[in-house]
C-alpha cells in the first residue's frame, strides 16, 4: 500500500516515484518462500507527524483497517512504505522507523530505498506479522526469551545465493533481522518458525462472507478503550485471532440485548511506541442496533451510539470523470469508507478510509479494470450507498461508461444489492 505521506511540522508532501518493488529481492534470499508476489493497492494519503508514535499508531490501525475491509485472504501481508524524503529534502533522520502487529499480517515501515536497509526493515516488521518478537541484540523490548544464540547470533552458516554469487554469511559476523544490530540475515530460529506460521495460515478456510458491524478501539496502556468509527458492511467472517477480556454488545434502542462477540487484541511495539488495538466484526442481528458498547469483567469501558438509519440516508453522490481521474462526492462530513471492487464484491480496493471531506478523486489506472463497483460507507450507521460503475482504459476520446445508482437504505440483517 503506496503511501503519500504530507509531515505537519513542515506541510510538504511525500511520494515515491523510484522503484516500486524495493523488498522482494532481501525477502527472497532469507525468507523460507519459493517467490513474492506483490500487488500494489492504489496511493493511500496520510496526514501527521511520523516523528512521533502515535502517528505510526494511528498508521497502522489504517492499515489493518484496509485489510480487514478488502476481503483477502488472511494469509496476505498488507504493508505500507513511507518515503523519507524527496530529492535532498528529507523529514526522517532518526527516530521510529516501523511497526508491525505480531500475528497479525498489518504493517508499516520507511522506504529507504532500493537497498539492503530496505528489504531487512521490511522482512523485520513482516515477521512480526508471522509471529516473531524480537531478538536480543540493540536493545529492543518484547524480546523472544526461546531465541536460542547470545547477541541474535544467526547461529548457523548462510547462503546468499540469488544476486548472481554464492556468497557465506557467518553466525560471528551477521545477526538476526528480529534484533537491532547489523548486518542482517535470519537465523535457523526464526527461519523455521516463519515456516511453520505460513504452513498454519495456508489451512485457514475462507468461510464467505455476511453483513456485518466493524468495531475497533484503543487501548491504552492505563486501560482506557477508545472507540473508533464504526462500519456496516459486508466482509469476510473472521475467525479469531487472539481473544481478549473485551467483549462488544450490541443493543436494542430498548436496551435488550442483540448480540455478543469476544474482541480480538492486536499487539505491536518498538522502541518509542506500543500498539494495543481491539477489533471484531459482528453479524448484524434482524433488529436495528442502537448502541454499541465494550465490556470486561462486566463493567462497560466504552460505547458508542449509533446515528438514526433513517436520518443517516446520504445525499445522492455524484461522479464526475475526466480522461485519466474520477471524482466522488458524497455530500457528507461523517468518517466515511470509499472501496471498489471489479468482481462482485470478492474483493475490494480500499481508495480510502475515515474520510470526511466528503469528496475523493482516484486516478482510473489505479482501478482493477472491468464492471466495477464503488461502495461509499458511513460510519456509525447502517446506511450505505453503492455505484455501478463500467472502466475502460483512458484512451483517446474515449471515456468509461457509467451507470449511477442512488442512496440505497439497507436495513439491518439484509443483504446489500
Not at 528489504?119 to 540493540?138: D, K, M, Q, V, Y
Request: proline share 6%.
Amino acid at each position: 500500500v503506496p503511501i503519500r505521506y504530507t509531515h505537519t511540522p513542515n506541510n510538504r508532501t511525500y511520494q515515491d516515484a523510484g522503484n516500486p518493488d524495493p523488498f522482494s529481492n532481501w525477502l527472497r534470499r532469507t525468507y523460507p518462500v519459493g517467490n513474492v508476489n506483490i500487488t500494489h493497492n492504489p496511493i493511500y494519503p496520510f496526514t501527521g507527524n511520523l516523528s512521533g508514535g502515535a502517528a505510526w499508531s494511528q498508521l497502522l490501525n489504517e492499515m489493518a483497517l484496509l485489510k480487514d475491509v478488502s476481503n483477502e485472504s488472511s494469509d496476505t501481508v498488507f504493508y505500507g512504505p513511507v518515503p523519507i524524503g524527496s530529492g535532498s529534502n528529507h523529514w526522517f533522520f532518526s527516530g521510529i522507523a516501523g511497526i508491525g502487529y505480531i500475528g497479525y499480517r498489518a504493517s508499516v515501515g520507511l522506504n529507504l530505498g532500493n537497498n539492503d536497509s530496505t528489504g531487512a526493515l521490511t522482512g523485520h516488521e513482516i515477521a512480526h506479522n508471522f509471529g516473531r518478537r524480537h531478538a536480543p541484540c540493540g536493545g529492543p523490548a518484547g524480546v523472544d526469551g526461546n531465541y536460542p544464540y547470545g547477541n541474535a547470533s544467526i547461529g548457523e552458516y548462510g547462503l546468499d545465493i540469488f544476486n548472481g554469487s554464492v556468497d557465506l554469511v557467518t553466525p560471528n559476523s551477521h545477526r538476526d533481522v528480529m534484533g537491532y544490530c547489523s548486518p542482517e540475515w535470519m537465523s535457523d530460529y526464526t527461519y523455521t518458525a516463519l515456516l511453520n506460521d505460513q504452513l498454519t495460515s495456508l489451512r485457514t478456510i475462507n468461510v464467505g462472507t455476511a453483513n456485518q458491524l466493524y468495531v475497533q478501539a484503543n487501548l491504552a496502556a492505563d486501560g482506557t478503550v477508545t472507540m473508533q468509527p464504526i462500519y456496516a458492511l459486508e466482509m469476510s467472517l473472521q475467525q479469531a485471532e487472539n481473544p481478549s477480556d473485551y467483549q462488544v454488545e450490541l443493543l436494542a434502542e430498548d436496551g435488550r440485548l442483540l448480540a455478543t462477540q469476544p474482541m480480538n487484541l492486536r499487539y505491536a511495539a518498538e522502541p518509542g511506541i506500543e500498539v494495543q488495538t481491539l477489533q471484531t466484526a459482528v453479524l448484524l442481528p434482524n433488529e436495528a442496533v442502537t448502541m454499541v458498547r465494550i465490556v470486561k469483567d462486566g463493567e462497560t469501558v466504552a460505547e458508542r451510539n449509533l446515528n438514526d438509519v433513517a436520518a443517516a440516508r446520504l445525499a445522492p453522490a455524484a461522479m464526475a470523470e475526466t480522461s485519466d481521474s474520477i471524482t466522488l462526492s458524497w455530500g457528507n462530513s461523517a468518517p466515511t469508507i470509499v472501496r471498489y471492487s471489479a468482481n462482485g464484491g470478492e474483493t475490494w480496493q480500499v481508495l480510502g478510509i475515515n474520510l470526511t471531506k466528503g469528496e475523493l478523486t482516484v486516478a482510473k489506472s489505479s482501478l482493477a479494470g472491468g464492471n466495477g463497483r464503488f461502495e461509499i460507507i458511513t460510519a456509525d450507521t447502517q446506511a450505505l450507498q453503492s455505484q455501478t460503475l463500467t472502466v475502460s482504459p483512458p484512451l483517446p476520446n474515449s471515456a468509461p461508461s457509467v451507470s449511477i445508482r442512488g442512496p440505497e437504505l439497507i436495513r439491518v440483517g439484509e443483504l446489500a444489492v
